[in-house]
């Protein structure tokens, strides 16, 4: 099984930036799709982007499409999401995920492996 652990978080205004990872260990992320999802207080956790295992280009949430970018750097066994033009309505715990399956899904319940979380917070 692989475990996987986020960092990156934190504060930033209204138009900032922030790069969150997604370092993994056990397994070599080449075998897992990988996502990136995020739940704000008292709301559902919510589809970000992913990435196939098979390769292609990741899949965007309509929320975040121009502004947010998923990347895999294989050598690090790490996933990274760098969030730029961020607004207010990112501030959420962000969460990467992974599964062996071979298609992107935005489903939550469809990835096996959840690492512990990472906050963002942006201020208007």
């Known amino acids: 099984q692989v475990q996987l652990v986020e960092s990156g978080g934190g504060s930033v205004q209204a138009g900032g930036f922030l790069r969150v990872s997604c370092a993994a260990s056990?397994?070599?992320?080449?075998?897992?799709?990988m996502g990136w999802f995020r739940q704000a207080l008292g709301k559902e956790r919510e589809f970000v982007a992913a990435?196939?295992?098979?390769?292609?280009?990741?899949s965007y949430a309509d929320s975040v499409k121009g502004r947010f970018t998923l990347s895999r750097d294989n050598a690090k066994n790490t996933v990274y999401l760098q969030m730029n033009s961020l607004k207010p309505e990112d501030t959420a715990v962000y969460y990467c995920?992974?599964?062996?399956?071979?298609?992107?899904?935005?489903?939550?319940?469809?990835?096996?492996?959840w690492g512990q979380g990472t906050q963002v917070t942006v201020s208007s």
């Open positions: 990435s196939s295992r098979s390769g292609g280009s990741p």
């Open positions: 056990g397994r070599t992320l080449s075998r897992y799709t």
């Open positions: 995920a992974a599964d062996a399956r071979y298609s992107i899904t935005t489903i939550t319940s469809e990835y096996e492996y």
